[in-house]
């Protein structure tokens, strides 16, 4: 370990290494301190099923990082990352029509919308002329912006619930597949911010794509360790942070924890009243995930999902709806809205010659340990008979595994913290990154803007890092 540290990071996720490149680059001794027994927190892959098939433990698609105003600043295509863009963003099946898709190109998508092309149009035109006004403001903290005009319009189209968006148009199609993008809220779709969640990840199709990385989402969590390297900072895994105390001599400690896990290193430190505001702090649901090793490509009914990165299996707008209220209502639907990724139909890289790797979840209440496989498989099945012949090998993972694995998810919520209203831009205190201690700074994504793969709550949090210690 190197002596005359200036800043000490725990946790190696997306937002820990974001943290850790922003002060190297600034020419300071970061080291990184991570738990697990390898790098990159909710960015790792393993094989899990059977040997050659590599599976991603948490993300598997990534418009975020590629759209992230600091990660696409990173020269971390020389450290191995290369980018794998499918076909078709997004195909969400339905029973008696056609399945809507998103593709990268707006005109396309159009295309394929039928009566609802030109309300598709005028929902992302507008805010994809503004998108690079607008992109620091969504992904980042509550500030003024820049261009406040073009967020506000961006604000009047997005601030409507999932259901009042997906309404306005008039095809199954097109409903269910907002109504399914605008589920990764993991919110009931008739909330606020559904609809700015499905907005966003909507027109993130189009600006930069939902590609997976070559190899696996481990590949970037790897880049950004090796650009890090390149920099003089260190990663050492295997190394869990018990207290705060113990941490070598440095002047800034950037945690890549959510509350819960960051009490448990520096609640003895904080004021109570600061204790509490984290005690109070809410997570939201939890998901059940399954990993399949399979003999052959899902047998889809409607080919055009064989062309899409994520195939969201739900059903109609309805379904959907209802399963993510019974989630929301401490129920596991029969029929869940079922989030699939199939890497292996665009990188071969990732299982033997033929074979293919299937990721998905579903939403399910917190720390449920509930087996989830009967009502997943059976969703898939219903849009792709003669699915489960073709599994070769399925491993599961419980909301209590995910947060077994990895602390940050209490309970099993991938988002580290509700994505509402009220802890959007407030997350976790109206604080953010800073804590009442000088030098200790939460840089995960219990921060602004939350949940995702981007490195921006990381490279907010080592800002004000630099601002306020290292000036
Ligand atoms: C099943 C699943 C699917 C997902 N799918 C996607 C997706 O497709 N696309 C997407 O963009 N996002 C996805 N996400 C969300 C994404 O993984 C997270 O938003 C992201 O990883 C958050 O990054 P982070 O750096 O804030 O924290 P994390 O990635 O949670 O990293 C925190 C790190 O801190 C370590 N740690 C915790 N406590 C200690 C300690 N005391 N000492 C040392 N180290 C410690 C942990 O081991 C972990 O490595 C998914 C998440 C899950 C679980």
Redesign the pocket.
Known sequence: MRENLDAVV?????????AAIVLAQAGLQVVV????AT??????SAEVTLPGFVH??????????LASPFLRTLPLARFGLEWIEPPVMVAHPLDSSAAGCIYRSVDTTCASLGIDSETYRSMVEGALGNWSKIDTAILGPLRWPQHPLALARFGMLALRSAERMARTFRTEAAQSLFGGIAAHSMLPLDRLPTGAVGLVLTLLAHVAGWPMPKGG?QRLADAMAGYLRSLGGEVVTG????SVDDLPPCRAVLC???PL?LL??AGHRFPPSYRRALERFRYGNG?F?VDWALDAPVPWRDPVCAQAG?VHVGGNLDEIAASERAVWNGAHPERPFV?A?QPTMFDPTRAPAGKHVL?A?CHVPSRSSRDMLGPIERQIERFAPGFRERVLARTI?TSEE?EA?????VG?D???GVMDLRQLFTRPTWRTYSTPLRGVYI????TPP??????M??YFAAQRALREVFA
């Open positions: 725990i946790g190696s996720g997306p937002n820990g290494l974001a301190f991570e738990a697990a790098l990159g927190g909710g960015c790792r991603d433990l948490c993300s598997a698609i990534h418009p975020f990082a989402a190394a869990a942070v018990t890549d924890l959510s896990p448990r290193v998901v995930k994520t989030l990724t990721w979840y993972t995910i694995r990895n602390p940050n998810f099993g991938i988002a580290a840089c995960s994504a219990s939350g949940v995702g793969v981007h490195g709550s990381g």
